[in-house]
């Protein structure tokens, strides 16, 4: 790994001081930010301290170029295949035959230039991006934070068969495509924190966690039964949007419900609880956060009996 990373960051130094003169406009590669990350990139190794220098030159007040307006000459790569080390234990390869660096974008940087590419997993936060870039075949993890993603297209993350963790927080996303993540054979993990998306895609029933908190849901921004065959379904968070009512029906591996700052005004006795068989125990839903809603969940006593714990919300 280590060994790995000192290619990486070699290139993307290498890269950055070789390209830069000769071009008209400069490219900045994303800045490492490595308290975002869950490896901890100062704890490696470096032997050449010399990378540090370089990484500090760049990254102070470069100038910055918006991603989608580079367009670099036709015919001259960004980056000639001699130049590129093939490393045959690499972590990430892409069976395109693009190797270390990732597949590339038409006229854009290769995507493990741009972003960092660790094992499977694909960091590119904060690097403006305006649409999800192509990613290497291998990805499992895809971060793409505090960016400026539009819209996820049916053709993003399609044939993605080995991703896990899809985080775009913090973008400007109003629409994802409605086939867009359905057929991602393994995805989990959906983090669309922060964002402008008034409608929730269709999504697999492999899910775990989704978190759409922070977006514009309003009464049909959840279609109904959309959670019904997730039956690894954990954690659902939909804080602040505009939900009128609870999404029906909720799985019985639920944890946690967070639905604090919508406009829910209604409550069925039957919400979480089963009222023709009073031995119904919903053991696992013990975090259910109705606060700062319209409901007063004191008209409805039964609605609680077979959970742990009453919810979170105005119980006068
Ligand atoms: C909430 O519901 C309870 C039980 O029906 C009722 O006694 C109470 O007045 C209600 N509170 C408000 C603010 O409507």
Redesign the pocket.
């Known amino acids: 790994m280590k060994t790995f990373v000192n290619l990486v960051l070699g290139l993307f130094i290498v890269k950055a001081i070789v390209a830069a003169p000769s071009r008209q406009v400069r490219q900045t590669p994303g800045r490492y930010d490595a308290s975002n990350y869950d490896v901890d990139l100062e704890k490696l190794n470096f032997e050449d301290q010399d990378i540090y220098e370089y990484e500090d030159e760049l990254t102070i007040d470069e100038p910055q170029i918006e991603i989608g307006t580079l367009t670099p000459p036709v015919g001259e790569p960004l980056l000639p295949d001699e130049e590129v080390p093939l490393k045959p234990h690499t972590p990430v390869q892409s069976t395109g035959g693009s190797g270390v660096l990732g597949p590339d974008a038409q006229g854009d940087l290769p995507t493990c230039l741009l972003c960092t590419c660790l094992g499977g997993s694909v960091y590119c936060d904060d690097v403006k991006l305006e649409t999800v870039p192509p990613l290497p075949k291998e990805t499992t993890h895809f971060y793409a934070r505090y960016n400026k993603i539009k819209k996820i297209h049916k053709s993003d993350f399609a044939e993605m068969n080995k991703l896990k963790r899809i985080d775009v927080t913090s973008n400007q996303i109003t629409e994802i495509d409605e086939d867009a993540l359905r057929s991602l054979p393994q995805l989990e993990e959906l983090v669309v924190r922060d964002n402008k998306i008034r409608q929730l895609p269709e999504l697999p029933n492999t899910m775990t966690l989704i978190d759409v908190s922070h977006n514009k849901l309003g009464g049909k921004g959840i279609k109904n039964e959309a959670f019904k065959d997730m039956n690894n379904l954990l954690y659902l968070y939909v804080t602040d949007n505009s939900l009128d009512h609870i999404p029906l029906p909720l799985p019985h591996t639920l944890r946690s419900l967070h639905l604090q700052n919508n406009n829910i005004q209604m409550m069925h006795e039957d919400t979480f609880c089963n009222l023709k068989d009073i031995n119904y125990i919903r053991r696992s839903l013990e975090d259910v956060r109705l606060d700062a809603n319209p409901i ?1 969940l ?2 409805t006593p039964q609605a609680y009996i077979c959970l742990p714990r009453v919810p979170t919300g ?1 119980l ?1």
């Open positions: 007063n004191s008209r105005r006068y």
